[in-house]
């Protein structure tokens, strides 16, 4: 009996590895591809669509967005990297804000686009007044000279709980009521969803939990990538490759899957 049990494991993972490596191949362009046509669909078709992710830390970018990044490059949009901080916890900014330099180079973003605040008031693992945030993204925006057309960033959790994450999405959210107040164009804002512990180290077989949500509208931009990718670009943050990080690069979900709801 006990037999017949570990065959019937063994055979549902098997089979459940299978068709997920299957529908990985089959939506790994089209799938994609789809989901964005509906954000690059702006009314100002004549300007190229501009994109800004804005992040916490150097290592987010490759760590969590490397699927989007991808895909949105892939698609003509312009993407522009601000990252709030230069990750100097343990002395190491000046390295770290290389290492984020190299790591956009990698994934085809120049280093014209990547801004990167270094700011007292914004330092790795410290408290962050959110009205600070606001003012170095606005500053980021005018060195860039643009106003983009959405804002990717991480949700209210931050994906792993971390407190800059958190305050980089409610400094977004500040960004966004201060527009409504000022009457400015608004910018679309679209949220990396956070999942729970056990979805966020299953790699690609994650991939039947996100096209469920997408299915029932529980997420607004489902966006598969390739897992290399994302190695390749972490690769570039040498002073942070420890022994969990490729732990967390061989199984992490984002590293080829991003779901975003808008905010
Ligand atoms: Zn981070």
Redesign the pocket.
């Given at each position: 009996m006990l037999t017949f049990f570990v065959n019937l494991v063994f055979f549902l993972l098997c089979f459940f590895a299978f068709t997920t490596i299957i529908l990985r191949l089959l939506l790994w362009s089209g799938h994609t591809k789809r989901e964005l046509v509906s954000i690059s669909d702006q009314p100002i078709q004549t300007e190229p669509v501009i994109a800004t992710l804005i992040i916490?830390?150097p290592?987010?970018e490759c760590m969590f967005f490397t699927p989007t990044i991808n895909a949105f490059l892939s698609r003509g949009i312009k993407v522009y990297v601000i990252c709030l901080s230069s990750g100097n916890y343990y002395g190491k900014g000046e390295i770290r804000k290389r290492e984020l330099i190299l790591s956009c180079n990698t994934l085809g973003i120049p280093a014209s686009r990547v801004y990167i605040e270094d700011s007292p008031k914004l330092q790795d693992g410290s408290e962050w007044n959110h009205s600070d945030g606001v003012i170095a993204i606005r500053k980021a925006f005018r060195s860039f000279d643009i106003l983009p057309d959405f804002i990717l960033t991480f949700d209210s959790f931050g994906v792993s709980g971390?407190k800059?994450?958190k305050s980089t999405y409610l400094a977004i959210q500040e960004l966004i009521s201060q527009q409504r107040e000022m009457e400015e164009k608004l910018i679309r804002v679209f949220k990396l969803c956070s999942v729970g512990i056990i979805r966020k180290h299953i790699a690609i077989l994650d991939l039947w939990f996100a096209l469920i949500e997408r299915l029932f509208d529980r997420v607004d931009l489902l966006i598969v990538g390739k897992w290399e990718n994302s190695l390749q670009a972490m690769r570039q943050h040498k002073s942070q490759l420890v022994w969990f990080r490729w732990l967390y690069i061989l199984f992490a979900r984002y590293t080829m899957i991003n779901t975003f709801k808008e905010l």
């Open positions: 916490a830390h290592d987010d971390h800059n994450h």
